[in-house]
């Protein structure tokens, strides 16, 4: 499995980013898509992730500025960033959220993109 993530760049406070990530093989049958991020010196931190029903969750500090969106058929997922700030400044990492049923349990596994990074400036 490998993700491809895009749209990562620079822009000064108050702008907008949109991040794309597309997961491939395209048969791949994805349970949820979604971005976390990295801040210099601090933890990978959740952003916001879309099921494959369109069920969104977003971490507090995005709500009402990120919005998440996908596409089933393209196994892609879309980040649109505005009113962005400096503190959102951080490597972006797609991630993606499998499970497959098994005999007698379910196998989870999660894949990662390479990141892409985004800056803001003041």
């Known amino acids: 499995v490998q993700l491809q993530a895009s749209g990562g760049g620079s822009v000064q406070a108050g702008g907008s980013l949109r991040l794309s990530c597309e997961a491939s093989p395209k048969n791949l049958d994805i349970t949820r898509m979604g971005w976390y991020r990295q801040a210099p010196g601090k933890e990978r931190e959740f952003v916001a992730f879309?099921?494959?029903?369109?069920?969104?969750m977003y971490a507090d500090s995005v709500k009402g500025r990120f919005t998440i969106s996908g596409d089933n058929a393209k196994n892609t997922v879309y980040l649109q960033m505005n009113n962005l700030r400096p503190e959102d400044t951080a490597v972006y990492f797609c991630n993606a959220y499998t499970v497959v049923p098994g005999l007698g349990r379910d196998y989870e596994y999660d894949y990662w993109g390479q990141g892409t990074l985004v800056t803001v400036s003041s």
């Open positions: 879309i099921t494959r029903g369109g069920v969104t």
